[in-house]
């Protein structure tokens, strides 16, 4: 069965990285007492000796702002994929032959050189055709 991958807080990390900075303390036994693995805790102090594990509260991980940038420029990519789709769909849908549309112009006069109910009568006579034709 498949492990699922937890995830901390950033004050979870930095309290633990704080704990085992204390002196007399040990990583096996912190990490031990916390429930995650010694690896994992030896991660976040060399991340913090890094520089990567800010330990001012008010800040997040850098990585964790990475990661949600990149996690955000997905969805950006993706929605844009997704209205681009749709922009190609709407425009091919405008001109289809099965479609019929009538427009008045502002005077009120038609703009095509039918009026509606020629139009009817020419949908009337296709109508029959195609009935005749089954």
């Known amino acids: 069965m498949p492990r699922t991958r937890r995830t901390f807080t ?3 990390k930095r309290e633990a990285v704080k704990l085992v900075k204390q002196p007399g303390t040990m990583v096996t036994h912190i990490a031990k007492d916390l ?4 690896s994992v805790l030896r991660r976040w102090v060399s991340q913090e000796q890094g520089g990567v594990l800010d330990m001012r509260s008010n800040k997040p991980l850098r990585s964790e702002s990475v990661s ?4 955000l420029q997905r969805e950006l990519r993706r929605v844009t994929t997704e209205r681009d789709i749709l922009k190609k ?5 405008q001109g289809t032959r099965s479609e019929v ?4 112009s502002p005077s009120g006069l038609m703009d095509h050189a039918f009026d509606v109910p020629l139009g009817q009568r020419v949908l009337r006579m296709v109508r029959q055709a195609c009935q005749r034709s089954r």
Not at 35 to 38: P, V, W
Not at 68 to 71: A, D, F, S, Y
Not at 89 to 93: E, G, N, V
Not at 101 to 104: I, K, S
């Open 10 to 12: 950033d004050e979870f």
């Open 35 to 38: 429930g995650i693995e010694q």
């Open 68 to 71: 949600e940038v990149e996690r």
């Open 89 to 93: 769909r709407s425009a091919t849908l």
């Open 101 to 104: 549309r009538l427009y008045r």
